[in-house]
C-alpha cells in the first residue's frame, strides 16, 4: 500500500460544524466593517454639514455684566470686524473674546456657544476711580484705559496727572493725602506728580499747594496747623488764600488773592492753574521720551 493511501486513511474528516463556525466568523467581521464603516460615512455627513457656513450660523447673542458704558452695537461690530462669523461647531470663540477684549474699557470677556446658533457673552469693565491726565481714566487698580467722551457724562471724579507708568503710584498718592487732608476739613481735587516726582495739589476751594518731593505728610500737616491762622489773616484783610508752598524745612509761603472775584477773574485763574498742569505734564512727556531715546 502507498505512502499516500496511507495518509488518506489516517486524516479524519473535519465536523460540519467548524466549517460552519468559520462561515459565521467571516460574515460577522464583514458585518462589523460595515457598520464601523456606516458610522464613519455618517459621522463624515454631519460634520459636514454642520461645517456647512450656510447651516447652523452663529445669528444671535446674549451679553451680561454690569456695562456703564458697552453697548450691544460695540460688542456686535467688534465680532462683525472679524469678518462673517462662523458656524456653531467652526467659530473659535477665543478670537472674539480677544477682539472683544481690545475695547480699551473692557476688563474681561467670557465668550461660549449656546446650541444652536447663540453667543453667550459676559463683560466686566473697569470702573473708574479718577481722570487720568484729561484724556484717560484710572481704576481702583491703577490701570488706566479710555472711554469715549460722550459716554462719561459729568461725574465728579479726582483729576491725577504724572508721567506714563505712574498711574499707581499717583493713585495711592492721592488715597494717602485725601485721607490726611480730610482728617483737616478739605477736599482734594487735583494730584500732579512731575517726571522729578514733585508733587502738587488742588483743593475744591482751588487752593493750590506745592509739596516738592519730600515729607509729603509733614508738609500737609503742617498747612493743616497754619490754616487756621491764615483763614483769620485772610478774614482781616479781605483777601483769600491762593496757593500755599511748603517746600521748606518749616512756615511756608503764601500767596494771596483778592477775596471778591467776579467770575471772569475766577476763569482766568482756573485757565493759568490749567496752564501750569499742562506745562508740567508736556515737560513730563518730554523727559519720557529723552529716556526712550
Do not use: C
Request: proline content about 4%; cysteine-free; hydrophobic content about 35%.
Amino acid at each position: 500500500m502507498s505512502q499516500a493511501a496511507l495518509n488518506t486513511r489516517g486524516r479524519e474528516p473535519e465536523p460540519k460544524g467548524t466549517r460552519r463556525s468559520n462561515g459565521g466568523q467571516l460574515a460577522g467581521v464583514i458585518f462589523l466593517l460595515m457598520v464601523i464603516g456606516t458610522i464613519v460615512w455618517g459621522s463624515w455627513m454631519v460634520v459636514g454639514w454642520m461645517k456647512d457656513a450656510s447651516r447652523l450660523p452663529l445669528s444671535r447673542m446674549a451679553v451680561t455684566g454690569e456695562r456703564q458704558y458697552t453697548t450691544n452695537d460695540d460688542i456686535r461690530q467688534a465680532i462683525l470686524s472679524l469678518g462673517s462669523p462662523g458656524t456653531f461647531m467652526t467659530q473659535d470663540v477665543n478670537v472674539i473674546q480677544q477682539q472683544i477684549e481690545r475695547l480699551s474699557w473692557i476688563k474681561q470677556a467670557r465668550v461660549r456657544k449656546q446650541w444652536p446658533d447663540e453667543l453667550k457673552i459676559h463683560l466686566v469693565e473697569y470702573v473708574p476711580v479718577a481722570r487720568w491726565n484729561d484724556q484717560l481714566m484710572v481704576d481702583a487698580e491703577g490701570n488706566s484705559f479710555s472711554v469715549p467722551a460722550e459716554r462719561v457724562g459729568n461725574r465728579k471724579m479726582p483729576l491725577l496727572y504724572g508721567p506714563e507708568g505712574s498711574e499707581t503710584e499717583v493713585l495711592e498718592g492721592y488715597r494717602i493725602m485725601s485721607q490726611t487732608l480730610a482728617a483737616g476739613k478739605f477736599t482734594l481735587k487735583t494730584v500732579a506728580m512731575s517726571a522729578r516726582h514733585s508733587w502738587q495739589l488742588g483743593l475744591d476751594d482751588d487752593t493750590r499747594l506745592e509739596l516738592g518731593r519730600d515729607d509729603r505728610a509733614k508738609r500737609l500737616q503742617r498747612f493743616i496747623e497754619l490754616y487756621p491762622l491764615l483763614q483769620r489773616q485772610a478774614q482781616n484783610e479781605n483777601k483769600r488764600i491762593s496757593h500755599v508752598d511748603l517746600r521748606y524745612d518749616s512756615g511756608a509761603a503764601i500767596g494771596w488773592a483778592p477775596a471778591l472775584l467776579d467770575q471772569q477773574h475766577v476763569d482766568r485763574q482756573r485757565v493759568g492753574q490749567q496752564q501750569d498742569i499742562d506745562q508740567q505734564q508736556n515737560s513730563n512727556q518730554k523727559q519720557t521720551q529723552a529716556k526712550q531715546q
